[in-house]
Nanobody, 123 residues
Framework: QVQLVESGGGLVQAGGSLRLSCAAS????????VGWFRQVPGKEREFVAT???????YYGDSVKGRFTISRDNAKNTVYLQMNSLKPEDTAVYYC?????????????????WGQGTQVTVSS
């Protein structure tokens, strides 16, 4: 069982930056692939970024070049550095994990989810 707790959300002006954190429980977290997703009310959850335990990464087209996913396996923590934020990045951001060495961009492939953290970008 893995528990995930996100933090770092908030209100920021367009063009600004935020760093989200996701703290995970579990001794084998380094063997899990992790992902960040986001959701706006009334819309489906959208893939943002993913990383394997060996630090392979992949990004959604809407955030490529602006967001960076990273992880510190020693601290059981995953980060999402968000730069050049736009109003359309406003959403609840969720951290997710799956017990696999292969990452996924599909929501249904993840077994564990955090409670989400709100990110609001003002214009």
């Amino acid at each position: 069982q893995v528990q995930l707790v996100e933090s770092g959300g908030g209100l920021v002006q367009a063009g600004g930056s935020l760093r989200l954190s996701c703290a995970a429980s579990g001794r084998t977290f380094s063997s899990y692939a992790v992902g960040w997703f986001r959701q706006v009310p009334g819309k489906e959850r959208e893939f943002v970024a993913t990383a394997t335990g060996s630090y392979l990464t992949y990004y959604g087209d809407s955030v490529k070049g602006r967001f960076t996913i990273s992880r510190d396996n020693a601290k059981n923590t995953v980060y999402l550095q968000m730069n050049s934020l736009k109003p359309e990045d406003t959403a609840v951001y969720y951290c997710a994990a799956r017990p696999s060495v292969v990452f996924s961009i599909t929501e249904g492939d993840y077994d564990y989810w955090g409670q989400g953290t709100q990110v609001t970008v003002s214009s």
